[in-house]
DNA sequence: TGTTTTCACTTGATTAAGCAAGTGATAGTG
DNA sequence: CACTATCACTTGCTTAATCAAGTGAAAACA
């Protein structure tokens, strides 16, 4: 029994890669009080505030259910506002939120960028991101094989 | 605030990619009534049995505590067997457990493939593999970085 | 031989995610 | 104008993972 195929061994070696790196990532991010997950989200409001829960559901690949909740933490947390506009909520960083994310960014941006710096060439690595890229937006848009 | 870098964008990329092509992995295989994880495990009981459960916990990157309770959810459902032997336990497939992987391993792998087949050429899935190799042997040796 | 260490595994408590049913406000229809 | 449908979000239930404390059997040592 020998049919592993290429694709299905690098799709192992990612799923291992992102599971530990993630890991590692939570681990480094405690000196933040945030978590992986938490730092994406708050990027991504402050990349793209003003925003419905929704449309940020759909960008960190979560349920609504998932990103309700989420962002609930956050609340308590005096992270992000929300704030009841027309039929949606409109989420933003408070002050505290802005100050958080801004203090973790630098150390963590480039945390991520070691798992790939300290191994590859300038080259490599942008010829990974085109690999990626392609993928991913593929997976996105990617339906289930009929039975 | 324009700080992201090559390797960060990967790095987001990526997580995304595997997020999402896990939802999908686990979708497909509920016809198979398994899911992603425990296909895993599975493959990886036939490939090196017998073995311990530090060894698979080890591989497949999961604490020894989620290691349990998932050997013990796959005994349950008889598609493996434990022996307490000396001190470790060794772990098997059973009869069941060996035809539900036979079953679903040419669809699973296929499957899994088709995420980087479908948008890459021959050439690309090879660099991308070898990329992935690198990376991910990398991140397992991998410390944290002193606060 | 009796006591302590070590090792492999288990288990209780907590956290977070998914699904699907529920809620409440707005929009659209007869 | 009442009534239904839709939309954005919430929440109860379940599953699965982590961490850390617990267990029990073999090893090591005095």
């Not at 933003?92 to 960014?105: C, R």
């Amino acid at each position: 029994m020998r049919k592993h195929t290429l694709g299905s061994l690098t799709w192992i070696r990612m799923m291992r890669f992102t599971n530990q790196s993630n890991q590692l990532s939570n681990e480094f991010l405690k000196r933040f009080d945030l978590t992986t997950a938490q730092f994406d989200v708050l990027i991504q409001i402050k990349t793209y505030a003003p925003l419905t829960q929704s449309q940020l559901a759909e960008k960190v690949t979560v349920t609504q259910g998932g990103m309700s909740r989420m962002l609930a933490r956050l609340e308590k947390e005096g992270l992000i506002e929300r704030k009841q506009n027309w039929k949606t909520k409109t989420i933003s960083l408070t002050a505290k939120g802005e100050q958080m994310i801004d203090a973790a960014t630098p150390s963590q941006l480039h945390f991520q960028s070691s798992f790939f710096e300290e191994v590859l060439t300038e080259e490599e690595m942008k010829s990974l991101y085109t690999l990626m890229s392609k993928i991913e937006k593929h997976s996105r848009e990617k339906k289930l094989p009929p039975a």
